[in-house]
């Protein structure tokens, strides 16, 4: 008896150079995907990934995309290689950029609109970062109430609560400063300062929200073919409007991982399928939900584990 399955889609951070090689050398259908990420940007991304450099890869307007190429591939290698087997999830999700993936697997968007999408949403994102030097940190020990009790009034925020003791925090440096110190004072074992750009899910991001939410309505959503668990939400999202609604709340407001995971765990899912590169989300869905079945799926021979 098949377990019920949902899929999860990283987020940036997720990069590195040479992800997806083997995928690429061996699936026509993952190819394809690379090929046509170069055709809609324009652009050798597909080298980027392959051979790099790291440092331009970690830029965010090419690493936005060269996830969700990455992700995206995985997926269709999978589909390719399994056929009939292949899992068919009853949710999906993705953390921060990961959403749009999750958008792209389950055709509310297009490849092409998927990636000229997250490759504006990066340089907006970059942007925004250079006009208010800002930082992340991640609280290691304190849960999601005093985290938010130690931004109060600081000018800092959760950008997102990953699990019940690591809570990441972001803000203008020195709002990011006072907070980090109000919450070892409130019990945070360590802030572990993140190499991000800048602070992103936080309202240092509402420049850049204001250009995504100007792209967005050119867009024509269509209705996912699964419900996707919503980063600010942690609830499904079924319809167009819906979508859109989430995706204008979704660059400065906190995502809600622990929550989107235990929602789906609650709801029937017994096994959670990271598909891309890198473990982190798999890892952490293990320790939200003990006992629960996962599966991290970034490379050909993890397609075995589908099966």
Known sequence: MSLSTAFLFPGQGAQYVGMGADVY???????SVFHAADSVLSTSLCHLILEGPAEELLRSH????????VSIAILRAAEEAL?????????????????????????????????????RRGELMQ??????????????????????AACEGTGAQVANANSAVQIVIGGPREA?????????????RRALPLEVA?????????????????????????QPSTPIIANTTAQPLSTADEIRRELADQLCGCVYWQQSIEYMAANGVERFIEIGPGTVLSGLAKRIVPGVETVAVGTLDALDALK
């Open 25 to 31: 050398a061996g699936s026509a259908a993952a190819r």
């Open 62 to 69: 090419n690493a936005q995309p060269a996830i969700l190429c």
């Open 83 to 119: 056929e009939g087997s292949m899992p068919t999830p009853i949710f999906v999700a993705g953390h921060s950029l990961g959403e749009y993936t999750a958008l792209v697997a389950t055709g509310s968007l297009t490849l092409a609109e998927g990636l000229a999408i997250v490759r």
């Open 127 to 148: 942007a925004a970062s250079e006009a208010t030097p800002s930082g992340m940190a991640a609280l290691i020990g304190l849960e999601l109430e005093p985290a938010i």
């Open 176 to 188: 990011l400063d006072l907070a980090i110190e109000r919450a070892k004072e409130a019990g945070a």
């Open 198 to 222: 800048g602070a992103f899910h936080t309202e240092v991001m509402r420049p850049a929200q204001k250009g995504m939410d100007q792209l967005c309505a050119q867009i024509d959503f269509r």
